[in-house]
C-alpha cells in the first residue's frame, strides 16, 4: 500500500517574488541604488551593479526604472520626502511663542544633526555632485532649503513685530543669509567626509546665532520727557 501523497507547497521561482517579498522590493532597489551611487559616484554606477547589490535581477530594476537617471531621480525624491517630514515632525516651535534665539538655534541643531547621518550627507553629496546635469536635483535642493528658509523668513516677520529684531531688508534675503552662516559649514563638512561632532556643531551654531542676532537686534525704545 502506497503511503498517500503530500501536498508539496508552491515554490517561488526565480523572477517570481511573494507578497512580502514584492512589498519589500521597491525600498530595495532604491536602498541598493542609493548605496551605489554614494560609493561610486553617478558616473561610476551601472544598472546591472544595482541589480546585484539588491539581490534583484537587470531584468526586474528595468522594468521599474528606464536608465540610471530614473532611478537616481527616484533615490533622491524618496530620501527628500523623509528628510522633510523628519523634520516636520521633530521641529514643531512656533515662532510667536519662542524666542528668536531659541527658535533659530534648536531649528539648526536639528539640521546639523540629520547632516551627521551618512544617508543625508551622502544625498547632499550626489546633489551637489550631479546638479549641474539633473535640474530635478537643483529643484529638489532648492525646495528644501528653500522650506527652511521661508520658514526663518516668516519667524522674523513675526518678530519684528513684536519688537524683539528690527531689520529693514527682505525678509527672504535676511533668512537666506541666517540660514547660509549657521548650516554651510555644517553641510560642507558632512558633504566631504569630516563630519562636525555634536559638540562642534553647538559650539559653531552658537557663535554664528550670536553675531547674525547682534546685526538685527532690536533697540530698546527711549521715552520721551515731557517738558513741563
Keep these: 500500500m502506497r503511503a498517500p501523497k503530500t501536498k508539496k507547497k508552491p515554490r517561488v521561482g526565480p523572477g517570481r517574488l511573494s507578497a512580502a517579498q514584492a512589498e519589500a522590493l521597491p525600498d530595495r532597489l532604491l536602498d541598493a541604488a542609493f548605496g551605489h551611487f554614494t560609493e561610486v559616484g553617478y558616473e561610476g554606477a551601472t544598472m546591472d551593479q544595482i541589480a ?107 518678530w519684528r513685530d513684536q519688537d524683539k529684531v528690527d531689520f529693514r531688508e527682505d525678509p527672504e534675503v535676511l533668512a537666506a543669509l541666517c540660514f547660509g552662516a549657521l548650516t554651510d559649514g555644517m553641510r560642507i563638512r558632512a558633504v566631504l567626509g569630516d563630519p562636525m561632532s555634536r559638540s562642534e556643531l553647538e559650539k559653531q551654531v552658537s557663535a554664528d546665532l550670536d553675531v547674525f542676532l547682534r546685526g538685527i537686534a532690536a533697540q530698546p525704545k527711549v521715552k520721551k520727557r515731557t517738558s513741563k
Design 52 to 158: 546585484k547589490r539588491a539581490g534583484a535581477s537587470t531584468k526586474t530594476l528595468y522594468s521599474r526604472y528606464g536608465n540610471k537617471a530614473e532611478i537616481l531621480e527616484a533615490v533622491v525624491m524618496r530620501n527628500v520626502e523623509r528628510t522633510v517630514a523628519e523634520h516636520l515632525r521633530f521641529f514643531a516651535l512656533n515662532p510667536e511663542e519662542v524666542e528668536p534665539r531659541d527658535y533659530l538655534y534648536k531649528l539648526a541643531i536639528q539640521i546639523g544633526v540629520a547632516n551627521l547621518a551618512d544617508e543625508t550627507a551622502g544625498l547632499v553629496r550626489i546633489t551637489f555632485s550631479e546638479a549641474y546635469r539633473f535640474p530635478v536635483l537643483r529643484r529638489l535642493y532648492r525646495e528644501v532649503t528653500g522650506r527652511a528658509i521661508g520658514a526663518i523668513a516668516r519667524a522674523l516677520v513675526v
